[in-house]
């Protein structure tokens, strides 16, 4: 079955440490995306890809780092300048179009914890 | 810029009771606007949608109604049962071909459904 699979599911991590979180999808689609989420707030767009080795940032960009090497893989390096890392990672994809409504197939997602 | 408001929640309601849950949004020019569901530890599944003004999404008995002179897109339900307990996630889409499928989402309502 396609799908987006994230891993780790569950990271744990000490101040000052980076971590990469990986996302691949086996769906064929162009555009990926990286998205927070946090308590209450809803989801915020770290980084997306439309195109392999092109990418952009997203609303809260700071403090982590993407590359897009191949087209199934995403994979999101939180760094440790990232102040309040804390949170479920949500990776997700979608096929690229100019126009209209484009649908995102979300993973199950990557709880990170800094101790 | 864009954004969208959702009803607090939570919400708790016994089973086969009326589902409302309210959504609003500022965009510029004819956003999409879906509706997306979480289940407890999981990744985000799209529930429905509607691209233009007037549609009407639906699916496993959930509607809601793309309403452009009144900002919204209320997420109905005549009769939930306890398997609809969720975190119910409004957004909407940019539809000027730039923005592909960058979402802007609401904070999400938390759903509780008792026997």
């Known amino acids: 079955d396609g799908g987006i699979t994230q891993s780790p599911k569950y990271l744990f991590r000490k101040e000052g440490q980076n971590v990469t979180l990986s996302c691949e999808q086996n769906?064929?689609?162009?555009?990926m995306y990286w998205y927070r989420q946090d308590p209450g707030q809803g989801l915020r767009l770290i980084y997306y890809?439309?195109?392999?080795?092109?990418?952009q940032k997203g609303d809260i960009a700071e403090g982590y780092s993407v590359s897009r090497e191949k087209k199934e893989s995403f994979p999101l390096t939180v760094t440790s300048a990232q102040k309040n890392p804390t949170a479920f990672y949500l990776c997700?994809?979608?096929?690229?179009?100019?126009?209209?409504?484009?649908?995102?197939?979300f993973g199950a997602g990557s709880r990170l914890t800094v101790l | 810029g864009n954004s969208v408001t959702q009803m607090e929640g939570p919400v708790t309601l016994s089973e086969e009771a009326f589902l409302t849950i309210n959504c609003t949004y500022t965009?510029?020019?004819?956003?999409?606007l879906f509706w997306y569901v979480q289940y407890p530890g999981e990744g985000l599944q799209l529930l429905l949608k509607?691209?233009?003004?007037?549609d009407k999404g639906s699916n496993k008995g959930f509607e809601a109604t793309y309403r452009k002179e009144t900002t919204s897109f209320h997420l109905e339900k005549g009769s939930v049962q306890v398997s609809d307990s969720a975190v119910y996630f409004c957004?909407?889409?940019?539809?000027?071909?730039?923005?592909?499928?960058?979402?802007?989402f609401g904070q999400g309502t938390i759903l509780t459904v008792h026997p």
């Open positions: 509607a691209t233009k003004a007037d």
């Open positions: 957004a909407l889409s940019d539809r000027d071909g730039t923005s592909y499928g960058k979402l802007t």
């Open positions: 769906l064929n689609h162009d555009a």
């Open positions: 997700a994809s979608s096929p690229l179009r100019t126009a209209g409504a484009n649908v995102l197939t």
């Open positions: 965009a510029t020019g004819y956003p999409s």
């Open positions: 890809s439309q195109i392999v080795n092109d990418f």
